[in-house]
């Protein structure tokens, strides 16, 4: 059991950076700094538990660890709450912050400030957190430490007089960091007798211990044994265990007081009781109002996700349910399509959030999948008054039977070398973005901000935008709700039929290209049949393009040596009725291979 800390040494404190930043590496240094792990058992991104993680260099789930450290003969603790990285991730980035007092904000002493760096410095903002600016990567050829702070100073108008230079890879500066954040960062001020509450910032699955969360407590305390009550759901759940997070094993304790942050064992079967930015209080002496900001998870991308192999479907569906246990973001139905069989409509809080879970089912269920197209929310105001939502586009209602279609829109800040702006600016321009700021930092770097509609960056955006700039520019964005636009349902038919896994919704004027491009990639992708096969692209009954595939050509008149020439046009236009009637009958398959490749279309 541990020693009681009194609230005056307790320091939480988070790490802003943008991916790439050195955030998992720094904080491997401070652990081991603090002597949480030894030596010998250090490995690298302690914080990150995944392989993906690992590989990728990036944060997916928040962790937390807590350390003592003394100076001067006190004993302090340091709650160490690491963030994800990626702006899919943002909500629990905002919710493990509002669990801090202070952050660290770690920008590359050679890359400088990226957009990620700035979001996330906004949120702090918010939630009134002390920022200590940190440069990282002191020792790299190219670091430029002045450069970096007077970059922080006019992007964010942080006042950068006292900073730390550190080099998270050597451990150089990292002891006086530490010492920085004992003297800049506040201890936390909650009443020790008010009733008891505690913010989730974040909740997983064990396997033997059922749901756990992980929680900050604000005022009071939590005891085992305790009856706590969820203020969302106003479900109860009994205290099984108490537990302080640690890189090596959790320390178990019977009470977790004001200010500290603690692990909390209720044995349910699934997080869904348990949402990030949940309230947890006492059952019997309730809080009387919840920690405010708490939103259930939105899933913003959907896509359709389907076995190769047909006969797999019940495996996607229990590989699917053991991944929603730790990631109560995901949302899945079934579905089925006439090209792919039997599969889940998904829902995803973004596209690095899609290819991890994609990743994830492939890598840890031993599944061969396949994603359509992903899609956004749309809202559609039908001509009889009623408001829906639609994920897939072959729900959208007939044309006739809709009013508007709203598509949600995104805050898009670009931060990026200012010889690639007109690049920039061409390209955001071709995906319909409307330009709201433009800022030069300094004489090199452009801070550009577009509201720009989110069915325009989920596809290949991403890639565009590295390409243009040479890999420099860097991206970020957060969703402000929904805008009426001229957008029309595009159907890709084949042989008549229509494939309902390619009908992609696009804005009206970009429809005749798009479904262009659609069809004749097809036509190259589609095997020859005995007969021929149209492949059109419509909107509703109106056909906007179309090509052919030309059937297989079998010579019938081979065995018809001399005689006369009637003879030859007879079996010629015995063939041709042949295929005529086989046309009328036959249906085609879409390859999967076909299907793959349109997905990967240049949008």
Known sequence: MTKKVPQ???????IIAHIDHGKSTLADRIIQQCGAIADRKMSSQVMDTMDIEKERGITIKAQSVRLDYIKNGEH????????????????????????????????????????????????????????????????????????????????????CTDHSLVSAKTGLGVPELIDTIVRRIPAPTGDEEAPTKALIYDSWFDSYLGALALVRVYDGSIQKGDKIKIMSTKEEHQVLGLMYPNPIAPIKTNNINTGEIGIVVTGLKTVDGLQVGDTITNAKRPTLEAIHGFEPAKPFVFAGIYPIETDKFEDLRDALNKLKLNDSSISFEPESSLALGSGFRTGFLGMLHMEVIKERLEREFDLDLIATAPTVVYEVLKTDGERIKIQNPFDLPESQKIDTIFEPYVKATILTPNEFVGNLIKLLNDRRGIQIKMDYINENRVLLEYDIPMNEIVMDFYDKLKSTTKGYASFDYEPIGFRPGNLVKLDIRVAGEIVDALSIIVPEEKARNRGLAFVNNLKELIPRQLFEVAIQASIGNNIIARTNVKSMGKNVTAKCYGGDITRKRKLLEKQKEGKKR????????????????VLKLDS
Do not use: C, W
Request: aromatic letters at 6%; charged letters at 20%.
């Open 76 to 159: 302090y603790i340091l709650n160490l709450i690491d963030t994800p990285g990626h702006v899919d991730f943002s909500y629990e980035v905002s919710r493990s912050l509002a669990s801090s007092e202070g952050a660290l904000l770690i920008v590359d002493a050679a890359q400088g400030v990226e957009a990620q760096t700035i979001a996330n410095v906004y949120i702090a903002l918010d939630n009134d957190l002390e920022l200590i600016p940190v440069v990282n990567k002191i020792d790299l050829p190219a670091a430029d430490p002045d450069r970096v702070l007077m970059e922080v100073e006019e992007a964010i108008g942080l006042d």
């Open 582 to 597: 086989m046309k009328a009958i036959g249906s085609v398959n879409v390859p999967q291979e076909a299907f793959m490749a």
């Open 8 to 14: 005056s040494h307790i320091r939480n404190f988070s």
